[in-house]
């Protein structure tokens, strides 16, 4: 079924078609009008879909169908086994996939968990222990929660490995292959990539069995709706470009800001970007590898409830954001690797959204923007861009709460530090020498004391 109108035609239960438009989706996306028919048939999948057109839903909505027969609000933990393992690369990404299918079964007593590394795994244990039917974990939390009996998986009768290539990268294949031998032999198995690689496809002649292989865009294309823009500036400018672009392109026609993501090769220059923006006034902070899992998840949560309005982001969270009509990305460094320019713009113009991707370019970027330009296919010409120097905001000057002002400094109380300086007269003698010599014995005596004893042997 390569066009579909709506997600009636899918023969979907009525409560996930209120949850479906509750959430405002109207019209199925390219690979969701592929994968969900062949999920239900029960079909093995082998999917490659751009970053941002429907994925989770593409898998999520379909297994939440086959799952609704089963469903039950038995408080019994028996009653709620692990019916669908969901493996996930990352932990912002298994959140994600974790809080979408929970709004598509909210109308469902149809139990969701997530599990993953960084965090306390007791609160974990006590959820898996009371039941859930579709588990999303990352391996290596997967894995210690098998070992310790908090949850089995004799029951899972669907797989889905999410960004598979994400997992093979970070090394997880090993701890794949651990928790593939603890599920049964037979299941319905989906894999979803975002390239085809000769690694991708072992891995699916091992895992997968007769798949439907499902590709709903070219490799490494870069979604028609995002309209991209380019702009040439001097190395030692490229912050007050950024800051230019912000307030002429970074706000709605009522003038609030747009929620924008501007991406940097560079954990510093993550946290030295965010701190000069904020200076300028804007709202803005950073995340990247050196933040806590509890302050990557705030920041996540500021930003997609529009606490925040700008974050500086590294490549750690180019995959697997998954932020609702993003309007605006604005790559701040030109990436180094030509494919991480569409991830990282794959965050706007999602689901039929428009959306809108600049990058500023320096002398020292002439090789890496070429590459973009022949691995996109897009004719990007930089346009020129000599911005004014920025000017930081005012900010009220803050005192401790021990002092609201500046105070002098205290009297000392003796009145001898008050007291003027007096020269010493001079007697006229030259002071006496002082012997620092001593006795080698007398030496070794000392030593003796500091050891423990002096006394003599008889």
């Not at 968990?113 to 795994?121: K, L, M």
């Not at 501007?262 to 993550?270: G, I, M, P, R, S």
Request: aromatic share 6%; hydrophobic share 40%; net charge positive.
């Amino acid at each position: 079924m390569a066009e579909c109108q709506n997600f009636e035609q899918f023969g979907l239960a009525p409560n996930l078609l209120s949850a479906i438009k509750r959430m405002g989706y109207t019209k199925p996306t390219a690979i969701q009008c592929k994968a969900i028919p062949v999920v239900l048939q029960g079909r093995d999948v082998m999917g490659a879909a751009q970053t941002g057109t429907g994925k989770t839903a593409s898998f999520g909505l379909p297994v939440l169908q086959k799952l609704l027969p089963l469903a039950n609000t038995s408080t019994s933990p028996a009653r709620h086994p692990v019916r669908v393992l969901i493996l996930s690369p990352t932990r912002e990404l298994a959140d994600q996939t974790a809080e979408a299918l929970s709004n598509y079964a909210a109308d469902t007593p149809i139990r969701i968990g997530v599990v993953y590394g960084g965090v306390d795994i007791k609160p974990q244990a006590e959820a898996l222990r009371k039941g859930v039917e579709i588990l999303i974990a990352t391996p290596g939390r997967l894995l210690d929660h098998l070992e310790q009996r908090n949850t089995n998986l004799n029951q899972s009768g669907i797989v889905i490995l999410d960004e598979a290539d994400r997992m093979l990268d970070m090394g997880f294949l090993p701890d794949i292959s651990r928790i593939l031998n603890a599920l049964p032999k037979k299941r319905q198995n989906l894999m979803f990539s975002a390239t085809f690689s000769p690694e991708i496809k072992k891995l699916a002649g091992n895992f997968l069995t007769d798949p439907v292989v499902i590709e709903v865009a070219r490799q490494n294309a870069t979604a028609a709706t995002i309209k991209q823009e380019v702009f040439s500036v001097n190395e030692l400018q490229k912050t007050d470009a950024l800051v230019e672009l912000l307030k002429t392109r970074g706000e709605d026609p009522d003038g609030k800001p747009l929620q924008t993501i501007v991406f940097v090769n560079a954990k510093l220059t993550a946290r030295r970007l965010a701190r000069e923006l904020e200076k300028c006034g804007f709202n803005a902070d950073a995340i990247h590898g050196d933040k806590t899992q509890e302050e990557r998840l705030k920041l996540l949560k500021d930003f997609k409830d529009g606490t925040l309005n700008i974050m500086v982001a590294t490549d750690v969270a180019a995959r697997g954001l998954d932020i609702a009509e993003l309007p605006l990305v604005i790559n701040y460094d030109v990436p180094f690797v030509p494919e991480d320019y569409v991830h990282r713009i794959g965050r706007t113009g999602r689901a039929g959204s428009s959306g809108l991707a600049l990058m500023l370019v320096t002398d020292k970027d002439k090789k890496s923007f070429d590459a973009i330009r022949k691995l996109t296919r897009v004719n990007l010409i930089p346009q020129e861009l000599d911005p004014e120097p920025r000017k930081r905001a005012r900010f009220p000057r803050k005192f401790s709460s021990s002092t609201d002002a500046w105070k002098a400094p205290r009297k000392p109380e003796d009145p001898f530090f008050s007291r003027p300086y007096v020269p010493g007269r001079s007697s006229g003698k030259k002071p006496a020498p002082q012997n620092f010599s001593r006795s080698v014995s007398g030496e070794k005596r000392e030593v003796a004391v500091l050891l423990g004893g002096t006394g003599r042997r008889n």
